[in-house]
């Protein structure tokens, strides 16, 4: 059996299991308007599962390791872009937030909070400004390669808005999912607005 074949049935078997994994644990969000996302609004062409963590949301189609959109708000300067850790005296240098950065530093940040959790060979491109309704943001395309060597890309979508950044973070395997639902992801990250105002 060739490597290509391995990871069809690889991919097989892991949809089947993280498919019941997030069933169990998620409700549906069916397409449409989901209005109570901390404090956002946003417009899905998509059914999910939202699994709630620790101030965070995961939302998954098929399983978070086939298709995974991390909605990580309200981030404190001082913090961890994906809320894992607090700064440290000994490590000022770590993927942290501080108030006014400029877009490309925070795009490095991200970039840096992804290779912290394993993933090699990350790189961006299409690296862009974005306004989330009339919130001044960045926009980016991610490739990355997971610990077992399957290749993802994704979208990442950040701002700032008083003082708090928020980061939208998708990601897919090459082979089928991120192909199948880039394009509306996309325009799903592109659509938040706001259900309070500044």
Same mark, same amino acid.
């Given at each position: 059996?060739?490597?290509?074949?391995?990871?069809?049935?690889?991919?097989?078997?892991?949809?089947?299991?993280?498919?019941?994994? #997030?069933?169990?644990?998620? %409700?549906?969000?069916?397409?449409? !308007?989901? /209005?109570? =996302?901390? $404090?956002?609004?946003?417009?899905?062409?998509?059914?999910?599962?939202?699994?709630?963590?620790?101030?965070?949301?995961?939302?998954?189609?098929?399983?978070?390791?086939?298709?995974?959109?991390?909605?990580?708000?309200?981030?404190?300067?001082?913090?961890?872009?994906?809320?894992?850790?607090?700064?440290?005296?000994?490590?000022?240098?770590?993927?942290?937030?501080?108030?006014?950065?400029?877009?490309?530093?925070?795009?490095?940040?991200?970039?840096?909070?992804?290779?912290?959790?394993?993933? #090699?060979?990350?790189?961006? %491109?299409?690296?862009?400004?974005? !306004?989330? /309704?009339? =919130?001044? $943001?960045?926009?980016?395309?991610?490739?990355?390669?997971?610990?077992?060597?399957?290749?993802?890309?994704?979208?990442?979508?950040?701002?700032?808005?008083?003082?708090?950044?928020?980061?939208?973070?998708?990601?897919?395997?090459?082979?089928?999912?991120?192909?199948?639902?880039?394009?509306?992801?996309?325009?799903?990250?592109?659509?938040?607005?706001?259900?309070?105002?500044?």
């Amino acid at each position: 059996m060739n490597l290509k074949c391995l990871r069809i049935v690889f991919l097989a078997a892991l949809t089947a299991f993280l498919t019941a994994c #997030a069933s169990s644990g998620g %409700s549906l969000q069916k397409a449409g !308007a989901a /209005a109570d =996302v901390y $404090g956002m609004v946003i417009q899905s062409e998509l059914n999910w599962s939202r699994i709630k963590l620790p101030r965070q949301e995961l939302w998954t189609i098929d399983g978070p390791g086939l298709n995974s959109l991390n909605i990580i708000p309200d981030t404190k300067p001082g913090e961890h872009v994906f809320h894992l850790a607090k700064e440290k005296k000994s490590r000022p240098d770590g993927p942290w937030f501080r108030a006014g950065m400029r877009p490309d530093e925070l795009r490095d940040v991200i970039l840096d909070a992804i290779r912290e959790q394993g993933w #090699a060979d990350v790189d961006s %491109s299409g690296f862009r400004p974005h !306004a989330f /309704a009339g =919130v001044s $943001g960045i926009r980016f395309d991610v490739r990355q390669t997971s610990p077992e060597g399957l290749r993802y890309q994704g979208s990442v979508g950040a701002f700032e808005r008083n003082g708090r950044l928020t980061v939208l973070y998708w990601k897919a395997p090459e082979e089928y999912y991120y192909g199948r639902d880039v394009q509306a992801v996309n325009r799903q990250i592109d659509s938040i607005g706001f259900t309070t105002g500044p």
